[in-house]
Every structure is written in structure tokens, then in C-alpha cells.
């Protein structure tokens, strides 16, 4: 027998692929935004809006209970120039994007479908979020905006929706601390002025001192050199040069103590004639909820409910860092299963979708019930 959902997995998969098509880099989320602002009107949601960093918001009005809020992220990695195309073959839909995260904010379009389909309208409203943000260097700042403008109506916990992943759940987040490392040095000419003082030699060093800090296994810490750039040809000693580092824990104790280990390698960095300097470029919250809170309990049941494994409970760094670093319940949980995230050759399989909108239909019956 077709599962009931059949029809609107149909419809969020079409809108998926009319969302990916649509760039949308990490700070030029604003035409993305504004499709989805339609779809949310013709949905029938209320009390639709926009903000000024383009996050979307809609409700599906209920009762008197505190709501719950579930959210997407709009942006994703790829260039407003990359190639968008789409095919569809046996089953999956191949395109940047498409599961990360354009699946789950179509997903957000089609929830009042899914929960018409309960036995009976929600305790409290729910409210649904498409913020910006998410990756890079964005430094969760749509969802920081989402949490900051709602925290006065006390949610009772938020649904941070990822296309991809639908057999885990992210319960822990991984906390992060991102700089610039920059060096500024006189520079000159390769033979003339050799011997001057190099910016990139000098960066160089200093990045090979600092992948040598010793890292703990559990909880798991990482430290990581992710763009390194400077000099002006290859016949010039290079007058300025810098390093992007990621940090990375899943303890803040951790991540707090790599951070002062960092800085003390900087600071007692001999280098004559170069400047060094250390500017924060982005910071991610670390927190969790217990695996055995009422809210992972219940989503452990929807999945049992549906004669499914029980989902593998995760670490990951999500929009749902925010609400978990403020001690709020909250869940990230996956909607499909696919391969190749943040890659052009990225694809989502079709049939599972309907799962993930099972086992959410499940979570949005039960949650005023925890």
C-alpha cells in the first residue's frame, strides 16, 4: 500500500529541485528568500514575514501551548555561478545543493500538508524558519537572529531540518573558533632585497608550528589550516600573507583551552621585521541535549514506531548549535539519504524521503506530549 505521504513527498521533491536552481551563497541568500516567502503565502501560513537578513517566517496557527519551531537553512557552498543542472535517474535527483539543504526548506513549504494529516490540529503553534547563514563563514548568524527574535515566546523545542542524513540524529553540537592569521612584513624584491623579511616564510612557520599542538582524541579536537594566501608573484618577497584556521571541539572546555594554546604559539613567535596579528572570523557555540531527554526519546520512538533501525546519535556543526549552547531542546535530524554534500556530483535518493516524512509527522504529533 503507497504511504499516505507518497503525494507530498511528490510535491516537496519538485519544489526541491525549483529551490536549488535558485543560487544561493552564504550572504546572497536574498532571491532565495524571497521564493520561499511565496511559497510560505501560498501555502496558507500566517503572520508570513521577512527580516533584514532575509531569514523567512511562517506559522501554522494552534493552541495555547508554547510553539515549537522548525527550521532550514537557505544558503549553501557553492558559487552563484556554479552549474545548477538537474537530472533525474532511477530514483535520485543529482544537483549542487539539492540535499544541502534544498530538500529540507521545501520541506519547510509542505509541512502544513504533513500536519493537516494529524489526528488533530497542535497544542501550540509552529513556527517555520528558512534563515541564512549556515555555512562558511557565516557563523550561524540567520539562526542567531531566529533564536534571538523568538526567545521571548519560550519554545518548547526546535526541529533543525539538514536534507541529507535521515538515519542520525545530531544531538551534540560541535563548537568552533575561526581566525585570521595575518602577517605583514616589508617585503622586496626575490634577489635584490634578499634577506628581508618574508611574510608567506614567516606564515609558513607558523602554521607548521601550530598543526604541531597536541590534539585530544575524546572529546574529539581539531585544529585545521584551510586557506593560506599571499605574496604578490613569484619573484617577490611576499609583504603580506595569511592563514584561515579552523577549531574545533566537542567539549567548550576544550575548544576554549586549543584557543589560549593557539594564541600563546602566536604571541611567543619569533619573526624580525613581521607583524602578526589575530582576528576572529567566526564562532560556533558548543552544546548538546542528553540522549535520554524527553525530546531524543521521542524521536528514538518514531523511528521504532515505523520498524526502522534506531537512528545513530551524532556530534555535527548545525544551526542547532544555538538553541542547545542555550540550554533549549532541540534535535538536527535528516530527511533522506544521498551522497557527495558540498560537491557538484551531490544527489539525494528519492524513495526514502517518504521515511523522513514519516518519522517527522511522527516527532510534530508527539512533541506537546514530552
Partial sequence: MASPFAETAGKILDE???IQQIPAPTF???????????RFKTAGLIR?????MHNV???????????????????TVFDSDTDLTVKREDGLIHGPGIGDNSLAVATLTGIKEIVDRLPGPPAGDIILAANVCEEGLGDLAGIKAVFKRLSGENPRAYLVLEGLSVDRLYIRGVGSRRYKIRVNAKGGHSWSDFGETSAVHTL???GAKLTELPLPENPKTT?????????????????????????RSESAKSLERLVNEVKA????????GAVISLDPIGSRPAGGIDPDAPLIRLCRQAYRELGLEEPLLKSGSTDANIPFSNGV??????????????LESEYIETRPFVTGIRVLSSILRGIWDI
Avoid: M, W
Fill in 57 to 75: 517566517y511562517g506559522r501554522i496557527p494552534g493552541g495555547d501551548a508554547p510553539p515549537v519551531v522548525v527550521t532550514a537553512h537557505l544558503d
Fill in 329 to 342: 531542546p532541540a534535535v538536527c535530524l535528516g530527511l533522506t539519504r544521498g551522497k557527495n554534500t558540498h
Fill in 16 to 18: 526541491a529541485v525549483d
Fill in 265 to 272: 604559539v602566536i604571541q611567543g613567535f619569533s619573526a624580525d
Fill in 28 to 38: 546572497e541568500e536574498g532571491n532565495r528568500s524571497d521564493h520561499v516567502y511565496r
Fill in 223 to 247: 585544529l585545521n589550516l584551510g586557506v593560506i594566501q599571499g605574496g604578490r608573484s613569484v619573484n617577490t618577497i611576499a609583504d603580506n600573507a595569511h592563514i584561515l584556521i579552523d577549531l
Fill in 204 to 206: 609558513v612557520r607558523l
Fill in 48 to 52: 508570513v514575514e521577512q527580516d533584514g
